[in-house]
């Protein structure tokens, strides 16, 4: 995108209207008064804007009579547009450009849209559009055709990283990597929230950004006490998953957040186990996860308890007692090493179904017809109907040994036949 518009600007191909879309705080609004400095600065059209001639200048103090930014959700109104319209007619009061730049552009009205259409198809010269919008999909088709489009994306985290490092370095603040990295993670790709929050944080800091501050500040509840926690629960020991749970909401960790973690950690942990190791995903270093919890889980007990924390989640806002179904939670995480899973429950039932389970390995020939299937049977062995088809394997069943089930399965199993069986023998008697 970048040297789309670098190589647009040196060939001095400029578009008269552009349209920058993207998620919030990724740079739209900001790349829009980058391109109207390059277009306006005393030694362009340039990709590289001086920064210091009285063009540049003027932009950056946002005192340019030429550059005018429009709320687009403030001005959705078509005398608003029409205000525009009557404006572009005058040239530049300085400079080879008039920019306007309306930023959240989806938010005019569908009448403004058709009064601005004629304009940006065919503006005067020297005037320029830029629009930014964070909903493409709400911009109609007809004013997308007549811009050129450019898809913001947001940032990595390590870039962000290296931006707040940058930031540190200007202002002489120290900080540890680790809160750096903390701060990237929170600010999901957005550049804007990066730099909110890395303020919020410095505020409290007194020029020096720790994990531990802002740990204490912000109420998290930090990998160290996850771990401990998870420990707990991989050893079943419900007692002390209780007391750590009291002591880390009793340093005011709301259980929302709470939750919130602890579904990272195990996704983390999900990811380790896929032989995932990139700390921009997991959050933490490889290292600094527990082991030991690592090691006692396998892929589908991991899964299990995302399931449950994210289904805590969407629940808790209609909970009488969050804290009691956080706890509750709690129990169950103790029981995740006992936990069935329901591909091993269907294979415990398979084998105490065919007995010592060495039925399924034996060639088809081998088998009795009745566990055959139905394509590999005789013809004449081959069931006319469900009805008789059922009945026969009912019958084939009574006479063949059972495989006894473990406590009070095989009785019960044994019972719905007979009714199941019995009901349909009524059926095709009547």
Not at 89 to 111: A, C, Q, W
Not at 178 to 189: D, K, Y
Not at 192 to 204: G, H, I, K, M, N
Not at 267 to 282: D, P, V
Request: net charge negative; charged share 25%; with cysteine.
């Amino acid at each position: 995108m970048a040297s789309t518009l670098k190589n647009s600007l040196e060939l001095g191909h400029i578009a008269h209207a552009y349209l920058f879309s993207g998620p919030r705080g990724c740079g739209k609004t900001s790349a829009a008064r980058i391109l109207a400095r390059a277009l306006r600065c005393e030694k362009g059209p340039t990709a590289n804007p001086c920064g210091v001639c009285f063009q540049c200048q003027e932009i950056f103090r946002g005192a340019s009579m030429d550059l005018l930014e429009i709320d687009g959700a403030s001005n959705t109104s078509v005398n608003d547009v029409r205000q525009i319209k009557e404006e572009v007619l005058f040239p530049p009061s300085t400079g080879r450009y008039k920019v306007y730049i309306i930023d959240e552009v989806h938010m005019l009205s569908n009448s403004a849209f058709n009064a601005l259409l004629k304009t940006i198809e065919e503006p005067p010269p020297s005037v320029v559009f830029i629009f930014a919008t964070t909903e493409l999909q709400k911009v109609p088709a007809t004013i997308r055709s007549r811009c050129q489009q450019f898809n913001f994306r947001l940032v990595s985290v390590e870039t962000i990283v290296e931006l707040l490092k940058e930031v540190c370095e200007e202002t002489g603040v120290k900080a540890e990597d680790e809160a750096l990295f903390w701060i990237a993670r929170e600010s999901t790709g957005s550049c804007r929230d990066a730099y909110t929050l890395f303020d919020q944080v410095l505020s409290f800091s007194s020029g020096h950004i720790r994990t531990e501050l802002i740990r204490e500040k912000l109420g998290l509840v930090g990998l160290d006490r996850l771990n401990e926690f998870a420990e707990s629960c991989a050893a079943g020991d419900l007692g002390r998953s209780l007391s750590l749970l009291d002591a880390i909401l009793a340093s005011g960790v709301a259980v929302e957040t709470f939750i919130t973690n602890l579904a990272g950690y195990y996704h983390a942990l999900l990811l380790l186990k896929a032989g995932i190791n990139r700390e921009s995903l997991l959050g933490h270093p490889p290292a600094r996860f527990s082991r030991t919890v690592l090691e006692k889980y396998d892929t589908l007990r991991l899964e299990r308890a995302g399931e449950l924390l994210y289904d805590l989640y969407r629940n808790i806002r209609y909970s009488v007692s969050p804290r009691f179904e956080l706890e509750t939670l709690a129990s169950k995480l103790c029981w995740l090493e006992r936990w069935v899973s329901p591909p091993e429950l269907s294979q415990a039932i398979s084998r105490a179904r065919l007995g010592s389970g060495e039925a399924e390995d034996r060639p088809l020939e081998d088998r009795p017809l009745e566990d055959r299937p139905l394509e590999d049977r005789p013809f004449e062995d081959r069931p006319a109907s469900f009805t008789e088809g059922f009945n026969r394997h009912m019958a084939a069943r009574d006479t063949r040994p059972r495989a006894e089930a473990p406590g009070e399965l095989e009785p019960k199993v044994q019972k719905v036949l007979e009714v199941f069986s019995g009901t349909i023998v009524e059926e095709k008697g009547e």
